[in-house]
C-alpha cells in the first residue's frame, strides 16, 4: 500500500482546485448556453437562466459526478481499470424499467410523442429506471449470492444485463410505441433536468459519497490481495455489499434522470489516475469531480455545437470517451 507524503497532498489539492475551477467556469458556461447561441444578458433572460439553464447544467454536472463515482468504486471494487458502473445490471434493469412504463402507456391507448416522453421523463419514467436499476442490481446480487466473490459477481452481472435487454427487446417488439421513448433514453439526454432531478441527484450524491469514503481503506486494502486484506482485520463481505449499494445507487440515481450516458464512468477515474497516484479516498472524490467537468462540458457542446438544434449528450461522451481510450491505447502500444 502507497504512503501518502505532503508533497502528494499539495499535488492532490492542486488537482482539486483545478477541478474545482473547471467546473465553475463550465456552470457559467452553461447559464450563458442557449439554442441560439451564447447569450450573456443574464438579467433580460432571468426566467431562462433560473428555470432551465441553472438547474439542467447543475443537474448535468451532479450526474456526471454520480457516474465519475461509481465508475472509480467499481474499478477499486473489481480491481480492473475496465470496470464500468453499469457491469451490475443497473443499465439494463433501467431500461427495462422504462419500456414497461411506455408500453403500458402504448396499451392505455396514450400518445407516445416527444412532448409526452419528455412529461413522461419528469414523471413515471425516472422512478421506473430508478426502480429497474436497483432491482437489476438485486438481481446479480442474488444470484451471485452476495458480494463476496467478485467474479461470481461479475458475471452475474453480466448475465442479468443480457437477460433484461433482451426482455426488454421484446417488450419493445410487442409494443412500438415505446420504441421512441427508449431511444431518448438509450441516448442520454440532460434536457429534462429541472430543479427536482437537481434535488434529488445532489441528495443521492451527499449519501453515497461519505459512505463510500469512510470504507475507501478497505479498497486500498483490497490492492494487497483479498488474503491480505482479511488478515489486516477488513470485513470484505459488508464493506463489497456496502460498495455495490452506493454504486447502484449512484448509477441509478444518474441513469433515471439522465438516460444511459457512456463512458464518463469510465474514462473519468482513468484521467484522474493518469495525472495523480493517490489513494482510494481522494480517487473517489476527485473522479466524482471529473465526472461532473467531463459531463458538463459534454452538454454544454450538444447545446452549441449545432444551435439551434441539440445533439444527444450521450453521444458526445461515446465518442469523445472512444477517442480518449483509443490514444490510450496507441500509446500503451507505442
Known amino acids: 500500500?502507497?504512503?501518502?507524503?505532503?508533497?502528494?497532498?499539495?499535488?492532490?489539492?492542486?488537482?482539486?482546485?483545478?477541478?474545482?475551477?473547471?467546473?465553475?467556469?463550465?456552470?457559467?458556461?452553461?447559464?450563458?448556453?442557449?439554442?441560439?447561441?451564447?447569450?450573456?444578458?443574464?438579467?433580460?433572460?432571468?426566467?431562462?437562466?433560473?428555470?432551465?439553464?441553472?438547474?439542467?447544467?447543475?443537474?448535468?454536472?451532479?450526474?456526471?459526478?454520480?457516474?465519475?463515482?461509481?465508475?472509480?468504486?467499481?474499478?477499486g471494487l473489481f480491481r480492473n481499470p475496465l470496470a464500468d458502473p453499469y457491469l451490475l445490471g443497473s443499465a439494463a434493469?433501467?431500461?427495462?424499467?422504462?419500456?414497461?412504463?411506455?408500453?403500458?402507456?402504448?396499451?392505455?391507448?396514450?400518445?407516445?410523442?416527444?412532448?409526452?416522453?419528455?412529461?413522461?421523463?419528469?414523471?413515471?419514467?425516472?422512478?421506473?429506471?430508478?426502480?429497474?436499476?436497483?432491482?437489476?442490481?438485486?438481481?446479480?446480487?442474488?444470484?451471485?449470492?452476495?458480494?463476496?466473490?467478485?467474479?461470481?459477481?461479475?458475471?452475474?452481472?453480466?448475465?442479468?444485463?443480457?437477460?433484461?435487454?433482451?426482455?426488454?427487446?421484446?417488450?419493445?417488439?410487442?409494443?412500438?410505441?415505446?420504441?421512441?421513448?427508449?431511444?431518448?433514453?438509450?441516448?442520454?439526454?440532460?434536457?429534462?433536468?429541472?430543479?427536482?432531478s437537481t434535488a434529488v441527484l445532489a441528495a443521492v450524491l451527499a449519501a453515497v459519497l461519505p459512505a463510500a469514503l469512510r470504507v475507501s481503506r478497505a479498497l486500498d486494502a483490497l490492492v494487497l490481495g483479498e488474503a491480505s486484506a482479511a488478515s489486516l482485520g477488513v470485513p470484505l463481505q459488508q464493506v463489497r455489499l456496502l460498495l455495490v449499494g452506493t454504486m447502484a445507487m449512484a448509477t441509478g440515481a444518474a441513469v433515471a434522470q439522465a438516460g444511459l450516458i457512456a463512458f464518463v464512468g469510465l474514462v473519468a477515474p482513468h484521467l484522474v489516475r493518469r495525472c495523480l497516484s493517490v489513494a482510494h479516498g481522494p480517487q473517489l472524490a476527485l473522479s466524482a469531480m471529473a465526472g461532473g467537468v467531463l459531463l458538463l462540458a459534454s452538454d454544454i457542446a450538444a447545446?452549441?455545437?449545432?444551435a439551434p438544434q441539440e445533439l444527444p449528450v450521450g453521444v458526445l461522451t461515446a465518442v469523445l470517451g472512444g477517442i480518449y481510450l483509443l490514444a490510450l491505447l496507441h500509446r500503451r502500444q507505442a
Open 1 to 75: 500500500m502507497r504512503v501518502a507524503t505532503a508533497r502528494d497532498g499539495g499535488a492532490t489539492l492542486r488537482f482539486a482546485l483545478l477541478l474545482t475551477a473547471a467546473s465553475a467556469g463550465l456552470l457559467l458556461a452553461g447559464l450563458a448556453a442557449g439554442s441560439d447561441g451564447w447569450s450573456l444578458a443574464w438579467a433580460d433572460e432571468w426566467t431562462l437562466v433560473s428555470e432551465i439553464r441553472a438547474p439542467r447544467s447543475i443537474g448535468a454536472w451532479l450526474a456526471g459526478a454520480l457516474l465519475g463515482f461509481a465508475g472509480a468504486v467499481a474499478q
Open 303 to 306: 447545446r452549441t455545437l449545432v
Open 93 to 196: 434493469g433501467a431500461g427495462l424499467g422504462v419500456v414497461l412504463v411506455l408500453a403500458a402507456g402504448g396499451a392505455a391507448g396514450a400518445s407516445i410523442g416527444l412532448a409526452a416522453a419528455g412529461a413522461l421523463l419528469q414523471a413515471g419514467l425516472v422512478g421506473a429506471a430508478f426502480a429497474g436499476a436497483l432491482c437489476g442490481v438485486g438481481l446479480t446480487l442474488l444470484l451471485a449470492r452476495g458480494a463476496a466473490r467478485p467474479m461470481s459477481l461479475l458475471l452475474c452481472g453480466v448475465v442479468v444485463g443480457v437477460l433484461l435487454t433482451a426482455l426488454s427487446d421484446l417488450v419493445t417488439l410487442a409494443s412500438p410505441e415505446a420504441m421512441r421513448g427508449k431511444q431518448i433514453f438509450l441516448l442520454g439526454s440532460t434536457g429534462f433536468l429541472g430543479w427536482t
